[in-house]
């Protein structure tokens, strides 16, 4: 059975909210020892990193210990955006077990780390947590050298935020805490997980094959230019439309490439990164292939909150059988707030559906998760991981 707990603090004190959050989720979880210790911090407790591992230690007799800064930082008790808070979730199961690790150097050398270090342990259940560092960590290429495959192995995670330009952030595994490559730990055991994705994106226009393309970059649509396309998409937009979405246009790349009517969810959403007058062609942040199906998006508040709550209804009715013990939500930090105009709105809708449930997160540069049995790097989204005893 497993057995999890939540707490958290906003005691200036980084020793003080350590062992207050810990306390609390200790005696959430009605457990005298922790097998790991999730936690998730605000970046004014990162400058006595090694007061809160003790503190964390000292209440939970746990040894395993990963986490990371974050801009904000979340629990089932809300969304602490804008505030000072260290959020810690403690785990303990019979035939639950973790191995936590960290990983410099380039995508593929942490890879080969990584691998060398979960591959051993690896079971029939498992689930791959990794919280890289964007400023010298590529999200998709690392997800591409870590392996796709999200059937044997899912990845779900988001890379650390800190403060507001970007200039601090930290992971921590054990008693290091460290910037640059990546920190996470692998859970092995009995049980299952059920992982929902919210974009919070409206497709517009119709979905589009790739007729031309080279690496990043769209020359034609459907045997069409294709900016011409993207600006005649444009034309379909209400000044209501731009103005909710803050102007700003994201490809979606068909996950499937045997559906031919992928709809909402079924993309894999991209920034557009750029306009070529010259040749009539778009560049995306991702690379493209002739053959593949791309739609033009909007982040719209209105389609992101039917979304989450479709999500979270989907995630009921799938695990009403075997309720989650725990769940993890990686939230991107374009979300929140600055996308519904609330606090706490996504935590409220999954709140509605698990209302027990104790729940970690953060605010992050970008998401992981898989889709359709093959893992992704995200952005602008949610991702919900649960997980129950089998």
């Known amino acids: 059975m497993i057995r999890v707990g939540v707490g958290h603090s906003q005691s200036v004190s980084t020793a003080e909210a350590a062992a207050r959050a810990t306390t609390m989720a200790m005696a959430n979880a009605g457990i005298a ?54 959020a810690v979730m403690v785990i303990r199961g019979d035939e639950l077990s973790s191995v936590s690790f960290t990983a410099q150097g380039t995508e593929s050398e942490i890879a080969q780390q990584v691998q060398q270090c979960v591959h051993p342990e690896m079971r029939e259940h498992s689930l791959l947590i990794v919280l890289p560092d964007v400023r010298d960590v590529n999200p998709t290429e690392l997800v591409k050298h870590i392996g796709s ?16 330009t970007g200039a601090q952030m930290y992971h921590w595994a054990g008693t290091q805490a460290a910037e640059g490559g990546v920190a996470g730990a692998l859970l092995t055991g009995n ?32 045997g069409e ?27 979606g790349i068909a996950i499937d490439s045997e559906n031919k009517a992928p709809t909402r969810g079924d993309f894999l959403i991209r920034n557009l990164v750029g306009i070529n007058e010259q040749h009539a062609a778009v560049a995306l942040s991702e690379e493209v292939a002739e053959g593949q199906l791309v739609q033009f998006h909007l982040r719209n508040p209105v389609a ?54 104790p729940i970690i997160g953060f605010f992050g540069n970008s998401e992981f998760a898989p889709i359709g049995m093959h893992n992704f790097a995200h952005t602008y989204t949610g991702v919900l991981v649960l997980c129950s005893d089998v």
């Not at 999730?38 to 990963?66: G, K, M, R």
């Not at 992982?195 to 031309?212: F, H, L, Y």
């Open 225 to 251: 230019p294709a900016l011409e396309n993207f600006k005649g998409t444009l034309q379909l937009l209400t000044q209501a439309d731009i103005r909710r979405s803050g102007g700003t246009v994201f490809v």
């Open 33 to 86: 020892k922790a097998e790991l210790a999730i936690v998730f911090a605000t970046i004014n407790y990162q400058t006595e990193y090694q007061q809160l591992y003790q503190a964390i230690h000292a209440n939970s007799s746990c040894d395993e210990l990963i986490g990371c800064s974050g801009m904000s930082v979340l629990t089932s008790a809300g969304e602490f955006e804008g505030q000072h808070a260290l």
């Open 304 to 357: 992101a909150a039917d979304e989450i709550r479709t999500i979270i209804a989907r995630l009921s009715e799938q695990t009403r059988e075997h309720p989650p013990a725990f769940g993890l939500y990686f939230n991107c930090l374009g979300r929140g707030k600055g996308l519904y105009g609330t606090a706490n709105h996504d935590i409220v809708v999954i709140r509605e559906k698990f209302p027990e449930l």
């Open 149 to 164: 495959d999200g059937a044997k192995l899912p990845i779900v995670g988001a890379a650390v935020s800190g403060d507001a």
């Open 191 to 222: 049980f299952r997980t059920d992982i929902g994705v919210a974009q919070g994106c409206q497709p517009i226009g119709k979905p589009r094959e790739v007729t031309k393309a080279q690496g990043r970059i769209i020359f034609e649509l459907d």
